[in-house]
């Protein structure tokens, strides 16, 4: 297993094969990933705890909400952004195809 800091929380990669990829993220109160969306992995999320934000656009006003026990799907192309609340830490389980540099940031509150 190997952990990557990113600066929204960190991940733990737990499985990584040539079909797929296992993680477990952390993102921090009030923190949020970059919107972006992927050309080719797909992706299930799992939440594990917390309350996951979910943008599907660059409208800020748009927002679905995960609690604990819930899943999402992400399909190749679909535009995606998740986040926590500001009253706590939220943790997912990802689990992806194996494409862990395809990633094509939109907007990103961190400047990468």
């Known amino acids: 297993m190997r952990k990557v800091e990113k600066p929204w929380g960190y991940e733990e990669i ?26 080719v992995k797909e992706e299930t999320i799992y939440v594990i ?22 899943a999402y799907h992400v399909k190749p192309n679909s535009i995606h952004r998740f986040g926590a609340e500001l009253s ?7 689990v992806s195809t194996p494409e862990l540099d395809d990633v094509v940031r939109l907007s990103d509150d961190y400047k990468r």
């Open 14 to 39: 737990w499985a990584e094969t040539d079909k797929y990829v296992g993680k477990r993220m952390l993102i921090r109160a009030g923190q949020r990933m970059s919107l972006q969306y992927h050309k």
């Open 49 to 70: 705890s917390g309350i996951l934000l979910i943008w599907e656009s660059k409208d800020e006003e748009q927002i679905t909400i995960l609690n604990p026990g819930e």
């Open 88 to 94: 706590g830490d939220t943790v997912i389980m990802e």
